[in-house]
């Protein structure tokens, strides 16, 4: 609900209907969108009357068949009646005057959420931008399906469905909770599936577009892009398994290996080089790949390898140092929207899940891990202060965790993001402390020395205050992002008393005041992930010539958060870390890179990154 009244009162504050005001790469051409006004609904009252009266009728429609649908299984119930129905039938017996506000609704509807489809790709098509570059996409944390392909007996019911992304994860998690979860969660001790239990990434297009029915993540990108020409024989997903570590990747699914030799066929067929697309994880897990593929006894593609076949990398909404809210999910289970989920989705996790139930299933997904914040208090701040401390905060944003109780062990004093990594493994198990500490590193590499030498030590290889860019002077680097979305920076937690709980500490959700909304601190970002983490790197982290030799060229370009107040996903103007793969602007700056106008584009920076960056506590050497 805070939610709701938070993008309430943005809407409130919008006062213009006009397209997205966003700076474009071409000024003199504007992308045409659906005007709010349009979308508004008629104040008739006899209308309104008539869709609540709509809206009921449905509700029990649909409440019958959701009732079917968890009743599949019982065999007390005979749905065979059910066989020959389907809407059509169902709209038959309706009277004609609910039937036409129906349609109606749906025509309202419709225009909300399929805002500009193919728009901004005919639109850019008549400013002559074609497919050029071959365009491979690696998708953002838990936005790619996940489907069953285990034959064991337990098993068999689920063969090929998915367990993670559809309607099949939330019937298993209702009607099978324990089953559901021996699927999804990894080996402890491995960090690979558990005897018995298979489960594998989606592939294809498939994997990415939609995460359940009518909720899209990639589907609006896929769609301008096919407007200019590309299609499967030069646009490809590079799905992954986001459960696993990094290096486990290569290790159970060879993944590195065959997004290697996917960009070497497409360099080769094309004669061009390609173009990366990667949001939120994807950008680290792209990272970390350009690490990889040139390594000794890796990828063994040497220093040129990346100037040889990738042209640009479209970095979207890149948590490269990380997100907050990444380690109360695995700390003590809080969702909030931690997962990037649908509210859907959210609501069956926490309704069917304990705190420490989710907090278990999280830390059994190690690759949700490598997003807990890089850089420690350097980046971040301390008790005295963070860089992107506002000046009408009464409190600093660099006590990360803080408590208002301090009578337990638990919780006499406040942490740092420094302090908050050891204190998460002193509360979570010994095998989760293992994976996390192999696999993943969170420090700074203040000389060029030490930064040559991470190069061979494969935990450096997400984290890029500790890593360099590859050495490609031609590659080019552009940074979208979202930004002016109230965004999880710090907390207030307590000692958890509950007997029936299993967990140490939990969010002091009973304390509010001025930014702090139930015991989290709101500061800057997108939403999901914060500024500092989406824009440090881009806007001077990689100017420095330790973490960039080559020279490689960025271009940041910042998109406010303009959400439609009509629009179930934002709208044609948001800046939300999922929805802004939707906006309008964002398609339109990925057709023209992809095109080979991405020279055209024009740093886009309105918010204080610049500001903050000038703050981190991460210095040039003399």
Known sequence: MNFLR?????AVDETSDSADTT????????????????????????????????????????????AGFFAGSNDMIDLSGFEGMNLESIFDVLPAGLVKDAQQMQKHERDAVNYDSFAVGLHARSQGVHALHPVIMIPGVISTGLESWGTEESSRQYFRKRLWGSWTMMRALVMDKALWKKHIMLDKNTGMDPPGIKLRAAQGFDATDFFITGYWIWNKIL????????????????????RMSYMNYEKRDQYFTRLKAHIEVAVKVSNRKVVLLSHSMGSQVLYYFFHWVEAKGYGNGGS???????????????????????????????????AQLNAFAVYGLEKFLSRHERAVLFRAMPGI?????????????????????????????????????SNSSLTNANLTVEDSLPYLFRNSEDWYKSIVQSSYSHGVAHTAKVVEDNQGIPAKWINPLETRLPYAPNLKIYCFYGVGKETERAYYYKEDTDPLSKTNVTIDTGYSNGITDRGVVMGEGDGTVNLLSTGYMCAKGWKMKRYNPAGVQIKTFEMPHEPDRFSPRGGPNTGDHVDILGRSSLNDLILRVAGGRGELIEENVVSNILEYAEKVKIYDEE
Not at 6 to 10: D, F, I, T, V
Request: a neutral charge; aromatic letters at 10%.
């Open 6 to 10: 938070r993008r309430g009162r943005a």
């Open 23 to 66: 700076p474009n790469p071409d000024e003199t051409n504007e992308l045409r969108v659906i005007h709010a006004k349009s979308l508004k609904p008629p104040k008739n009252g006899k209308n309104s009357k008539r869709r609540n009266f709509w809206i009921f009728g449905l509700g029990g429609v649909f409440g019958l068949l959701l």
């Open 223 to 242: 769609e301008n892009l096919a407007t200019i020409g590309y299609d499967p024989t030069n646009a490809f997903t590079a799905a992954y398994d986001w």
């Open 304 to 338: 040129s390898w990346v100037d040889e076949h990738v042209d640009s990398w479209i970095n979207i909404s890149g948590c490269m140092l990380g997100a907050m809210k990444g380690l109360p999910a695995v700390l003590s289970g809080e969702m909030k929207d931690t």
């Open 369 to 405: 891990s490598s997003m807990l914040p890089m850089g420690g208090n350097a980046v971040w701040g301390d008790a005295d202060g963070a860089p992107d401390d506002r000046p009408t905060q009464n409190i600093t944003f660099g006590n990360f965790i803080r408590f208002r109780d």
